[in-house]
């Protein structure tokens, strides 16, 4: 059974860190790409950040880049995504995914909230 569990949410002040974790099981994690998205209240789902399954090669969406890093220890079968100076529109459900070729799975979402 394929499972992704985020966590490491929660609620921070703006300037904050906060290091979201998931964890995977029932696939091959290693030959996966993953991805972090988030969708805010209103908006549609925007990708944040993207890590090949090596760990090689990331990519991040203009608004977080230099804040937010992707990381992976693929002998954990886990990614992360460390947010700091986190900002009050990062507020968001985040979810992490897994892709190869056609086949994708997700996560169910951890509420990242950003407010004083």
């Known amino acids: 059974q394929v499972q992704l569990v985020e966590s490491g949410g929660g609620l921070v002040q703006p300037g904050g860190s906060l290091r979201l974790s998931c964890a995977a099981s029932?696939?091959?994690?290693?030959?996966?790409?993953m991805n972090w998205y988030r969708r805010a209240p209103g908006k549609e789902r925007e990708l944040v950040a993207f890590i090949n399954s090596p760990g090689s090669s990331t990519t991040y969406a203009g608004f977080v880049k230099g804040r937010f890093t992707i990381s992976r220890d693929n002998a954990k079968n886990t990614v992360y995504l460390q947010m700091n100076s986190l900002k009050p529109e990062d507020t968001a459900v985040y979810y992490c995914?897994?892709?190869?070729?056609?086949?994708?799975?997700w996560g169910q979402g951890i509420q990242v909230t950003v407010s004083s």
């Open positions: 029932g696939f091959t994690f290693s030959r996966y790409a």
């Open positions: 995914g897994a892709r190869r070729g056609m086949a994708e799975y």
